[in-house]
């Protein structure tokens, strides 16, 4: 980048230059993508987590002489075909979206962690045997055995979290595992080894701690691909439970109505997902840009 | 090399085993069973009994699997409960028209993210790469649904110029393959933008890459022209790991395709997953996981393979 935010906005008037807030935009102006895609997540999340302290309307109430109506003063983004308020329901599809994402990611995120490690410090013939195994679940299209259990369960929020965690590790474990592996033929790992360092201690103090950029980075990109995930199940109908919602149940119900073109049905929920993966994609290349300068 | 080869091969039919077992035990972490879902949670106990001996769950499990095994070698996949008709016969039906829809969106999205990814590896770091990696990123962060449902609605209902779904019988269809071809496009639009999102990306990095290389440099020096650079060397070699995305994104662009497949009510593979799924038909389901993974599977060892032949240091790995 060759003029960074700050100095374009402390050129002119020069008085910016040198002080607090020219040092914190120099710093954000660096990090254009990063800093933007902190501040959109922060924005939806404090949407989806105080949203409802701002606007406390009922999300499953039924204003039954309003049903179907584009936004007004009453109802600022319009209400659904039976009359439920469609900015309550987008509050509160967004933060069962999120209690369902994070928590999903995370166990994605941990298990993905662990089997990738485990493959890569333990025996040979142990990482022999994950590797087939991984291969294995690495063929399996993860979405389509998401369908087939949540068609099976019917689950709730907590069994979506733990489907969710369990079909999409795959890829994270190979990319922990092969990361690992570059990293423990190191000099400072291999000086560990000699000095007695064990296997746990090794992939506690050492890797994750040069890894942690990386699985940063994933784990940002897996907080999307959850959020993708539990839409995309949501518009099959196998997501979150009604009279509840999800951003991706509230998309299906709009689009189901699609001949009527109830753009106030379609378009909130659609923005908000489309936010939602470009923030956490946007945070996750942010840091992988500023990686790759410091090399 | 053949060494190599036999090895390769090896490792791919223990995962096959694997990923058969795995398919196995999906199926069998069905809460009641399926004679629950075939008639209902209502169902007496003598009902459940007599109808689990007709589907041969009466016997242990390790039977079971191995006569799973058994009928697998022989290329059966069981009856659909709900259709009553076999499984392979309903695959063969619908896979078709997935294949067919697949193709056309993976040439669109190779041939799209070629020309993208050229002009963002040349670019790389000024104004056109980074328009190019905000595109990228818009494709891939909007949900393929909802781009298969805008497109109906301004392509199908508001400027009428296309069918918004299915597909006609290429016999009875009055222009025949012209309105087939019509029912394709929307779909592998939709298909191919999710393809270009990811291929295009990986494409531009390999070509910047590509181009920060020595022998670019040796080329330049004795006097070859950029373009002949770019065209005779670069493109070669960056085109060389798109071979192995292509066969590592194919489970990925499924997935798309399967809910692309239930939006345009396209008669595919994923559609059929989606209705089976919907009516807890097993067989069904687990016959389509089993031949993805079983795709997937062939289709990586044949990458493997293919790329072993363009660079003989692949293979050594």
Redesign the interface.
């Known amino acids: 980048m060759s003029l960074s935010l700050a100095e374009n906005m402390a050129a002119p008037g020069g008085a910016l230059r040198r002080g607090a807030t020219a040092r914190l935009l120099g710093w954000m102006g660096d990090r254009t993508m990063l800093v933007s895609g902190l501040v959109l997540m922060a924005l939806i999340l404090l949407f989806c987590f105080l949203g409802g302290l701002v606007y406390p309307a009922s999300p499953v109430a039924i204003h039954g002489h309003h049903a179907f109506q584009p936004p007004s003063g009453a109802f600022p983004l319009g209400t659904d075909q039976i009359g439920r308020d469609e900015l309550a329901r987008l509050i509160q599809g967004g933060f069962t979206t999120m209690v369902v994402a994070i928590p999903a990611a995370l166990l994605t995120f941990a298990i993905g962690l662990i089997y990738g490690l485990a493959s890569a410090l333990l025996p040979a013939w142990v990482d022999k045997v994950l590797m087939r195994v991984l291969d294995a679940f690495l063929a399996l299209p993860g979405l389509v055995v998401l369908i087939f259990f949540a068609s099976l369960l019917a689950p709730s929020n907590t069994e979506l979290i733990l489907l969710l965690g369990l079909t999409s590790w795959p890829g994270l474990a190979r990319l922990v595992r092969n990361e690992a592996i570059s990293q423990r033929g190191r000099d400072f790992v291999l000086a560990t080894r000699q000095f007695g360092g064990g296997t746990w201690y090794v992939a506690r103090v050492h890797l994750l701690r040069v890894m942690a950029p990386i699985l940063v980075v994933n784990f940002t990109f897996l907080l999307g691909d959850s959020v993708l995930a539990l839409s995309g199940l949501s518009f099959l109908g196998l997501g979150v439970k009604p009279p509840m919602t999800s951003w991706g149940g509230l998309l299906q119900t709009g689009l189901n109505l699609i001949a009527l073109n109830p753009w106030w049905m379609i378009f909130p929920s659609a923005i908000m997902i489309f936010a939602s993966i470009v923030a956490t994609n946007l945070i996750g290349q942010g840091i992988l840009a500023r990686l790759g300068e410091g090399r | 090399m053949i060494r190599m080869i036999t090895k390769r091969l090896l490792?791919s039919i223990?995962?096959?085993i694997?990923?058969v077992s795995?398919?196995f035990a999906?199926t069998h972490?069905?809460?009641g069973g399926p004679a629950f879902s075939i008639l209902g949670q209502k169902a007496t106990p003598a009902a459940v009994k007599a109808l689990n001996a007709r589907l041969g769950l009466n016997v242990p499990w390790w039977d079971q699997y191995f006569i799973w095994w058994w009928h697998l070698l022989q290329g059966r996949l069981g009856f659909s409960y709900l259709l009553n008709r076999p499984v392979t016969e309903l695959i063969a039906e619908y896979l078709g028209n997935t294949l067919l829809l697949y193709i056309g969106a993976i040439m669109l999205s190779v041939l799209l993210s070629i020309g993208i990814g050229l002009v963002q590896g040349v670019t790389w770091g000024r104004w056109p790469a980074r328009l190019i990696g905000a595109f990228q990123?818009?494709a891939?962060?909007?949900?393929?649904?909802?781009v298969g449902?805008m497109f109906?609605?301004y392509f199908g209902?508001e400027w009428q110029i296309l069918p918004t779904g299915g597909i006609t019988d290429l016999r009875i269809a009055h222009p025949g393959a012209l309105d087939y071809a019509r029912h394709l496009i929307l779909p592998i639009l939709t298909v191919g933008l999710l393809g270009v999102s990811g291929l295009s990306r990986y494409f531009g990095a390999s070509v910047h890459e590509e181009l920060n290389k020595d022998y670019v440099r040796t080329a330049l020096a004795k006097g070859l022209t950029f373009r002949a650079v770019l065209f005779g060397h670069v493109l070669r070699n960056a085109l060389r790991p798109l071979v192995t995305i292509l066969g590592l994104s194919f489970?990925?662009i499924?997935?798309g395709s399967?809910?692309v497949e239930?939006v345009f009510n396209y008669p595919g593979l994923g559609y059929l997953?989606?209705r089976s799924?919907?009516s807890?038909d097993y067989p069904v389901?687990?016959g389509?996981?089993l031949l993805?993974?079983?795709i997937?599977?062939v289709g990586?060892l044949l990458a493997d393979l293919v790329n072993g032949l363009l660079d003989p240091r692949e293979i050594y790995d």
Do not use: D
């Open positions: 490792t223990l995962t096959l694997i990923l795995v398919v999906m972490a069905t809460p990123l818009a891939y962060a909007l949900p393929t649904f909802f449902t109906i609605l209902v489970p990925g499924f997935v399967v809910l239930s997953l989606w799924a919907l807890q389901v687990s389509i996981v993805l993974g079983v997937t599977v990586n």
